[in-house]
């Protein structure tokens, strides 16, 4: 596993209040599918989706997230490495909350616990392909070197 946060997803009870306070800090909505409001960082991305939606991704009740709910996400360049890497982490201690497999939008995403309780996505997303060097962005880096 490459030592990197690609996506940094954040729980919210109301998207469009919680995507007011990141653009009252500055920040710009980049452009996303229904459901997701992202705000591309430098070499990451800050997600906000909503709780319940979170919640049923993962597997888990809302009340089992509690406050501060949020996945750390690794992002891979392709989909058999989403499977490669969930089996790395079942094998270091952590908990398979959900197996790779495909999703609605077109890539392939799976969820663990790791032994210290926070939960990981990894992911791969076609359309964010990965810079050379393995930077993320949400809309991918294509045919540039940079990152």
Do not use: C
């Not at 946060?5 to 007011?20: F, H, K, N, R, Y």
């Not at 653009?23 to 430098?42: H, M, N, Y």
């Not at 597997?59 to 790395?88: F, Q």
């Not at 079942?90 to 939960?119: K, M, N, Q």
């Amino acid at each position: 596993m490459e030592q990197r946060i690609s996506l940094i997803t954040l729980g919210v009870p109301d998207m469009e209040q919680a995507a007011a306070f990141y653009e009252a800090l500055g920040w710009q909505r980049a452009e996303s599918p229904d459901g997701v409001i992202a705000f591309d960082l430098i070499s990451q991305t800050l997600g906000l989706y909503p709780l319940a939606s979170l919640a049923e991704d993962m597997g888990l009740s809302v009340e089992e997230l509690g406050t501060g709910a949020m996945t750390l996400s690794h992002n891979t360049r392709s989909a058999e490495e989403v499977t490669t890497l969930m089996a790395k982490a079942e094998a270091a201690g952590a908990t398979l909350l959900r197996p790779a497999g495909e999703v609605f939008w077109g890539g392939t995403i799976g969820y663990f616990r790791a032994p210290d309780s926070h939960i990981w996505e990894i992911a791969h997303n076609p359309f964010s392909t990965l810079s050379d060097g393995g930077a993320f962005r949400w809309n991918g880096y294509g045919t540039e070197t940079e990152g």
